[in-house]
């Protein structure tokens, strides 16, 4: 298939596409007038890609699920290097929740020195 059947069935721009490969995460293959070609393969390689990004994941991060799904494991999560990309993704949006609790917590006694006595609700409304 071409790139943008590619695009379509995938639900990515061409220029997407042209990015990742251009970053070495899919591989077009070029027809006698030049043309990217692709195949089924491919369309689940930048599936992969896509829910990844969707979720926060960069393009670097996919580039373990990508290759464990060039190895021929019927899924990016089953490797080694996959699963060690989501442990640390997860400690990172971890970090990301208590930083964002103690800036929480920063504001809500600013508030609460700005309005002494309010009762708040848990939105902060008095």
Do not use: H, W
Not at 37 to 59: C, N, P, Q
Not at 69 to 77: D, Q, V
């Amino acid at each position: 298939m071409r790139i943008g059947e590619l695009a379509r069935r995938a639900g990515v721009s061409t220029r997407a596409l042209r990015y990742y490969e251009q970053q070495g995460l899919i591989e077009a293959r070029r027809s006698a007038n030049g043309y990217r070609e692709y195949d089924e393969a491919d369309v689940r390689l930048v599936t992969e890609i896509r829910s990844l990004m969707a979720v926060g994941f960069t393009l670097e991060d996919a580039r373990p699920f990508v290759e464990c799904l060039r190895s021929g494991k019927p899924s990016g999560n089953a490797c080694p290097d996959s699963v060690a990309v989501y442990r640390r993704k997860l400690a990172e949006i971890d970090a990301e929740v208590r930083a964002l609790l103690a800036r929480r917590a920063e504001v809500a006694s600013q508030l609460a020195l700005a309005c002494p006595g309010c009762v708040f609700s848990k939105g902060g409304e008095p």
